[in-house]
């Protein structure tokens, strides 16, 4: 027994000692960045200039097949979409295979085959991959290109644009780009209606022959297939792909603005506000300040931990997350920091972010966050590695971006490398503090006046400029409209009765059944409204029959059921529903008020006030309306959820509006409507 007691009192000595050793106050010396070991892709050319790389991998029967064309940025100038249509219509059969036929065999073979305006893709069990190999090369190389195909996928990109229009965070990323690198260079220029109504079939055509070329292309094969089974496939199906000279145009270089400034595009309809604090960057991955940048850009704002979205999100409850990138490559980049805020924030959110990006200039980063940024990259590397479409990506990379050969075996030392001192280097010259754009997308009427009173580090006010949705600039929108003496809340409301049929005509209806359709992510989803002039509504989202979500209010009790779960009204939305379930609740407005006049899509309107959180918006014009607007506190956050109406239509005598908008944040979801009842189709039981 003694034995055994000396030797527990030994070992706790001995441990008690080497705790004793150990400094928990400091961090462990980091130990060297481990050894990489890449495996190089089988390579080969053919004669045509494709150049082709094989990464084998065999842990499942699976190919992929990459193209990429390598071209030379090219401004499509007063065409812009001819890309977008070419790659819409690219991989719909071939000269020699009607369309229906090539996908048929595509889908019976298990296989994907898609197709960008200078790329392609293809997957397929290794079984059938020399098949769906030759497919792809047909698609390629002798696409099918008809005048019908060209319309149909015309038609579809400009209902899209129409949409684009009213999205905000579209409008902001389009218009910031533009902004920052020129509305002329092949990174600036955006899509638009006007833009996509001149492109031609023969345009797209020309582009297909003018810049679908193997000259600058690589095709990767990553999988379950051989060097020499994917050389034979390529000289069989890819050599008698043409070679052409590739245009090539040299761009004036994009240049930063010559002060800090506000660039503000004003969207009526904006329920929250897009920001972007952006500078041109001229940085190559080959560059010596490559590495500090990555490090720089993620403590600023490459993660969740990072100082934007520390400050922003978590300090200061502002948003639900901001982030920072900073571009690298052979052509121009910029740096951004963006995120989306609530309008009352959205000066304050402004000044936090610009108090952020100069605080990573002229402050050292602290010895944490240098050591945690450096570990998450060497994380995500060594995770990346396991895939075998790592080691093809990054020998595409050392070839497009001319990088020395051993770039990414001496990738994490020179991550492990980076310093402090490095950090802040790179931030002073690439986060240009006195040369931002600070890109404002959102409602004026409450946000200007707040992004007009940010003052600079001098204390001098930031300029404001002002940009319509295309980027062009224009005038200070004038929220000061002077409204008549004569006009009230009861005339505006009056207006508009009698705009869609007149007092008597909607006092008539009892009962209305309103069916809308809409798309969402390529999934058909079906509205369904009732309402009854006794206050009793529902609504219900459908998809393929069933019901996604459905809101009943019988006169005096509500409920959502949304998931299986069933949410019961608060007394504040027994209240409110009481007067707005009915069809026409502008009839029986007690207590509306006049707020003043807004624009909304281009159009000046009344804004009438039904309480607190709920408006109306009215065209001065035609008395119609246009949008309505509530607000919704969740968990504590301010939601506003807006809807918009359009093309009104006559039926039964009234008029109602046949598009309705629901937009709930940034994005809208577009309903058509497709049938209206009037005093049928709704009954009691409805209301269960």
Known sequence: MKKYIISLCLCFFIATIVTAQIDRSKRPVPGPAPTINLSEPQIFNLDNGLKVMV??????????????????????????????????????????IPKDKFNEEIDFLGASVNFGSQSAFASSLSKYFSRVFELMADAAINPLLTEEEFQKEKDKLLESLKNNKT?????????????????????????TEESVRRITFQDVKNYYDNFFSPANAYLIVIGDANTSEVQSLANLHFSKWTRKTV???????????????????????AVQSEIVVENVVNLKMSDTDYYAVLIANRILGGDFNSLLNMNLREAKGYTYGARSSTGAGKDVTRFSASTSVRNAVTDSSVVEMLKEIRFIRDHKVTPEQLHNAKAKYTGDFVLALERPETVANYALNIETQKLPKDFYENYLRKINAVT??????VAKKYYLADNLRIVVTGKGSEILEGLKNIKNTDGKLIPVFYFDIYGNPTKEPNYNIEIDASITAETVLNNY?????????????NTLFTSANAEMQGMQLRMELKSTNSNKNSLAILMGGMAMQKTIFNGQTGYTMAQGQKIDFTAEQVESSKTSAVPFPELNAKGATLKGVENVNGVNAYVIAFTDKSFGYYDMQTGLKLKTETIQEINGTEMRTAINYGEYKEVGGIKFPHTIGVAAGPQELKFEVADIKINEGVTEEDFN
Not at 497 to 509: F, R
């Open 55 to 96: 990464v084998r991998n065999t842990k499942l029967p699976r190919v992929r097949i990459q193209m990429l064309i390598d071209n030379p940025l090219y401004a499509a100038g007063d065409k812009v979409g001819v890309e977008s249509l070419l790659a819409a219509m690219l991989g719909n059969g071939t000269t020699s």
């Open 167 to 191: 999205d905000v965070s579209t409008v902001s990323r389009q218009v910031a780009t533009a902004l920052v690198y020129g509305k002329t260079h092949p990174k600036g220029e955006f899509v």
């Open 247 to 269: 245009p090539r145009v040299d761009y004036s270089a994009p240049k930063d603005v010559q002060f800090t400034q506000i660039n503000f595009i004003d969207m009526p309809n």
């Open 420 to 425: 402090e001192a490095d950090v802040q280097r």
């Open 497 to 509: 009765i009698n705009a869609i049929g007149g007092k008597s005509k909607l006092e008539g209806v």
